[in-house]
């Protein structure tokens, strides 16, 4: 089992930034690829950004792209997720996730961060 827990989180206003942290334990941070996720009220959980298991790949949502950066410490067993130039449709709740190295699938979630940005 690995545990995702989820922190940085808040309000800001538009052209603000916000650093998303997701700390984990239980299994090796390391043998997993991490994501982040969101879901807005109404709306279907999208993907924000991913990055492998050594942090040497990334990949972002076209909607994220050049405002985000995921980037991850091995030795903290964090993933992070530096959010600029944040929008009011970036409002959501946002969730971090692993998943096994390679894999699309994400076999552990967080229980979310929330993320409200104001006009």
């Known amino acids: 089992q690995v545990q995702l827990v989820e922190s940085g989180g808040g309000l800001v206003q538009a052209g603000g930034s916000l650093r998303l942290s997701c700390a984990a334990s239980?299994?090796?941070?390391?043998?997993?690829?991490m994501g982040w996720f969101r879901q807005a009220p109404g709306k279907e959980r999208e993907f924000v950004a991913r990055i492998d298991w050594s942090g040497g790949n990334t990949f972002y949502a076209d909607s994220v792209k050049g405002r985000v950066t995921i980037s991850r410490d091995n030795a903290k067993n964090t993933v992070y997720l530096q959010m600029n130039s944040l929008k009011p449709e970036d409002t959501a709740v946002y969730y971090c996730a692993g998943a096994l190295r390679g894999w699309n699938t994400y076999k552990y979630w967080g229980q979310g961060t929330q993320v409200t940005v104001s006009s």
């Open positions: 239980g299994r090796t941070f390391s043998n997993y690829d």
